[in-house]
């Protein structure tokens, strides 16, 4: 979307690829993951490397930081639609191959739990800058005191998060079973006991 907007910014950097170590974060990607593993965590977390972004050079000033920040969970959003449409219309596939339809719920459920978190309006997060772009010119001491104290904001924030995961996994399950259907869910079941 960057580049659409006129920012060559993650090309220039070699970051336009499908290959996925060109993304690979060391601590995010490699060091995090591993420590979780060792210590046997109940949850594993990871994270890629941010695209460089350089929104001053976006044709479109006013929206261009909104439309690029919307690209991620949208697309998001898009592949879970996608997988979670043939679950929904092609309901045989759980019949014919289980472990084809488990992994096209596990794609829908992941991708929606995403979107979801990245749209939470806490720096660094997507949600932030979607939020800052719909802020009018007198909210500008909201944005500056959220950026300004984004990392003690988002340490808080993702705590509260563990301690509320409930929550976020409930409005994930309520929007699976809205694209993919309730005949899915143990499609999901499935995919969910494998991780």
């Known amino acids: ?3 659409q907007l006129g920012d060559t910014t993650a090309k220039n950097a070699g970051r336009l690829t499908l290959n996925p170590i060109s993304h690979i974060d060391p601590i995010g ?21 941010p695209v460089p972004v350089n929104p001053f050079n976006f044709k479109d000033q006013k929206w261009g930081d909104l439309k690029v920040s919307f690209a991620g969970p949208g697309s998001n959003l898009l592949i879970a639609l996608f997988f979670g449409l043939i679950l929904r219309f092609f309901p045989d596939i759980a019949g014919q191959s289980p472990a084809l339809a488990s992994m096209f719920a596990g794609i829908v459920f992941i991708n929606v739990l995403l979107a979801i ?4 309006p806490v720096p660094p997060l997507d949600g932030s800058h979607i939020l800052f772009s719909l802020l009018p010119v007198s909210m500008n001491n909201v944005k500056d005191f959220l950026q300004r104290n984004g990392l003690i904001i988002s340490l808080l924030f ?12 409930s409005a994930t399950f309520f929007i699976f079973s809205l694209i993919a259907g309730q005949g899915a869910t143990a499609s999901l079941d499935n995919f969910l006991q494998i991780i």
Do not use: D, E, Q
């Open 158 to 169: 993702f705590y509260l998060i563990f301690v509320g995961i409930i929550p976020l996994f």
């Open 1 to 3: 979307m960057a580049y």
């Open 117 to 120: 978190f990245n749209l939470i």
């Open 29 to 49: 990607s490699i060091l995090v993951p591993l420590l979780l593993v060792i210590t046997k965590s109940p949850f594993l977390f990871g994270w890629a490397k």
